[in-house]
């Protein structure tokens, strides 16, 4: 009787899921065109990559950090 199994993906959690994943992608459609924008305000290409490496390494820094 009292052995039902609620269900593991509810619609509530379906719902939070979509939300994420469309959140993501909206915050993420302008990487693409953010080394553009730099150049545009007179980075060389040595800059750019130096911009795009130090974005990747910060957050492992921090993760150190934050645990």
């Not at 939070?16 to 909206?26: D, E, K, P, S």
Request: aromatic content about 10%; proline content about 6%.
């Amino acid at each position: 009787m009292g052995d039902e199994k609620k269900p593991l993906l509810t619609n509530r959690l379906k719902l939070f899921m979509a939300t994420m994943i469309l959140a993501n992608v909206a915050g993420n459609m302008w990487r693409p065109l953010l080394p553009l924008y730099l150049q545009e305000l007179g980075a060389d290409v040595g800059q750019v990559g130096l911009f795009f490496t130090l974005g990747a390494i910060a957050p492992l820094l921090f993760q150190v950090f934050g645990g």
